[in-house]
């Protein structure tokens, strides 16, 4: 059994019991390690002290209960702490405030289980980034948690720092490098975008416990949220997304070469992946699936391929005083077909804002999805094929998300969402 596997028991094993008195005697035992072992592995598959990974689902668990409206001091000896004034001084020494202030500033949902194969968990503490920071000459610091303003979560790898700094955190290299060779390519094309903010030692990052830290200025602005896509002279706001994403793309694609990039093949990763594993989870037709990929083999290998930024969602787009002024996250950017972003901006904003329920909302979604369409195109010239596979990649996405969201318990609103795009056999129009 794999090192990874052993820590996902403990890890489940902890979860189950977090209301009893853990003991990392007991927990190495059960894994068969010695202690100094298993300490030592744990902290490598996890990202933390397995000490401080108790202490920190404790305090998440217990918060949470606390915003279903139980009592806190009930909450605070269920989950083992003598006192409430207990409670509250290791809540604020993890996150920076009291639980009182951090309920009115989060909407916190249930903490989802960890898996550990499911995705690069790094499980770090604000403690250790405040340790962290120091090489950065950076000391009693304000770490502001980042939420995802579509589904509410939490972001696990990124921190805004006294408010106008960026600390993220890499558990791969080669997604570190791509982002900050990206990031400069975008500067010397004129875009607004994270710089790293050198170590006084002079390095772009720092490295500790096989983890990667990276520290950036902050673009000014806000985050566009999926809700505001849909008021107000939403087209001509739609349309210019599209544009930018576009502009995006002319500087990506003047630096292809300065850039690492992965190339998958998108109808590659729809027929031997998404399709077999949709077909766990959904009652789709076959004809369907035989059509689908009929189509989408014959316009595939005729679409321009280029780099893309491959997560162009709403809360990675930075908007200033009415306008598109930057992107940002690009560690997921690869070489694949153009039109993926723009469709993606499109399906992003319909993924958050989804509602069966109301035609209204649908039918001006599928607006919205046409002005960034028609935004993109006039900056990146569609071809006739590229306008005929539009559709084909939306389904393409959805399939990729449903076969994504399906295996992860954090994600089953997103899945069900994807899911009821495509039972529904939502009508795009070929464009």
Not at 86 to 115: C, D, M, W
Not at 310 to 321: A, G, T
């Amino acid at each position: 059994m794999e090192n990874v596997d052993i820590i996902q028991k403990s890890i489940d094993y902890i979860e189950e019991n977090l209301k009893a008195e853990l003991t990392v005697e007991e927990l190495a035992k059960n894994s068969g390690f010695s202690l100094f072992h298993y300490y030592r592995i744990f902290q490598t598959e996890s990202g933390m002290p397995v000490m401080q990974y108790i202490l920190l689902r404790k305090l998440k668990n217990a918060i949470y209960e606390i915003s279903c409206g139980k009592k806190a001091i009930d909450v605070a000896l269920d989950y083992g702490f003598e006192t409430y004034a207990g409670f509250f001084k290791a809540f604020k020494r993890e996150f920076g405030t009291s639980p009182t202030q951090y309920l009115k500033k989060h909407t916190v949902n249930k903490p989802h289980k960890i898996i550990l194969k499911q995705g690069e968990y790094i499980m770090i503490s604000h403690k250790k980034i405040r340790k962290i920071l120091t090489n950065w000459n950076l000391a009693n610091v304000d770490i502001i948690d980042i939420y995802h303003e579509g589904n509410g979560f939490k972001l696990e790898n990124v921190w805004y720092i006294n408010g106008n700094l960026v600390l993220k955190v890499y558990k791969n290299l080669y997604r570190l490098k791509n982002d900050i060779k990206i990031s400069k390519s975008l500067l010397k094309a004129g875009f607004e975008s994270p710089t790293p903010m050198k170590t006084y030692d002079g390095h772009d990052y720092v490295i500790d416990d096989d983890i990667y830290f990276y520290l950036t200025n902050r673009i000014k602005g806000e985050r566009v949220k999926s809700s505001a896509c849909y008021k107000d002279d939403f087209e001509i706001k739609m349309q210019h997304l599209g544009a930018a994403i576009g502009k995006l793309h002319l500087a990506l694609n003047k630096f292809d070469e300065e850039v690492l990039l992965n190339e998958p093949n998108l109808y590659e990763t729809i027929k031997d992946w998404a399709i077999p594993e949709i077909k766990k989870y959904m009652d789709l037709p076959d004809s369907f699936y035989e059509n689908y990929l009929k189509n989408f083999e014959g316009l595939y290998p005729d679409l321009p391929r280029h780099a893309i930024h491959r997560d162009p969602n709403p809360s990675n787009i930075i908007m200033k005083d009415g306008k598109i002024v930057g992107f940002i996250d690009f560690e997921l950017s690869e070489k694949n077909v153009r039109i993926f972003d723009p469709c993606y901006a499109s399906t992003a904003i319909l993924s958050e804002s989804f509602d069966e329920n109301d035609f209204n909302k649908l039918q001006k979604w599928i607006a919205i999805y046409m002005d960034i369409i028609d935004g993109y195109d006039s900056i990146c010239k569609l071809s006739h094929k590229e306008k005929q596979a539009i559709p084909f990649v939306i389904f393409a996405i959805q399939m990729i998300c449903v076969a994504y969201f399906s295996n992860i318990e954090k994600y089953a609103k997103l899945a069900e969402v994807n899911k009821k795009f495509l039972d529904g056999y939502m009508t795009i129009k070929t464009y």
